[in-house]
């Protein structure tokens, strides 16, 4: 009964709930990256679609009992990623509770990823979103999918997703760098309809995750 009250207490406070955070994960991967990069997406999200998140962002470790107070929670880095049995327990309670995950590739993320996400889900599979999906249909048209911000290896970008019941609880953006795309202008000198490409498709995933 106790877990039942506290499962239903977070997935009351995930509806209600109006900010977002950043995971801090294991490892040795710079999960810090990218600074400025959530705060301006925040600021464009609350001028262009009408959101009231908080530009203070919070930073939640996965074993953590407060990653249930965000709806939506941003990750990213270039290196290695490692989840304890904690973590990955936690984790999935959250996801399964409601809780969104973005996974944004800052390069070289990858192939340390995919193994932990085979042991958070292991009877699950990331499914490349087709570009007629509502996460690039919604505030701004994407007729192409998930667009290329940074260039890395000149692959294709990928939005490659996790779904429970039917809901998207974990997208993985690979190849396109948006993270860089929403830094303050200075920090990669991205000419001007690069930067808005990028805070476009992070709208669109932040409206995607507080309307479904």
Known sequence: MKNFILLFFCSTYLVMAQDVAVLKYNGGGDWYSNPTALPNLVAYCNQEIGTT???????????????????????????????????????????????????????????????????????????????????????????????????????????LGIFHEGRLVLLFTFESDLGDGWESPEVHNDPPAVRKKALDMGANIIKYVFTN
């Not at 930073?59 to 990955?88: K, R």
Request: aromatic content about 10%; proline content about 7%; cysteine-free.
């Open 53 to 159: 998140l908080s530009e203070d962002i919070a930073t939640v470790e996965a074993n953590s009992i407060d990653i249930f107070q965000y709806p939506f929670i941003h990750m990213t880095g270039h290196g290695n990623v490692v989840f304890s049995e904690d973590d990955l327990s936690n984790l999935k309670n959250y996801l399964l509770s409601g809780g969104f995950l973005h996974i944004d590739d800052n390069y070289g993320m990858k192939p340390y990823l995919e193994k932990e996400l085979l042991k958070l889900f292991p009877d699950k599979e990331l499914i490349e979103l087709p570009a007629s999906h509502e996460i690039f249909n919604n505030h701004t048209q994407f007729p192409q999918g998930l667009p290329k911000i940074h260039e890395h290896d000149g692959e294709r970008p990928q939005a």
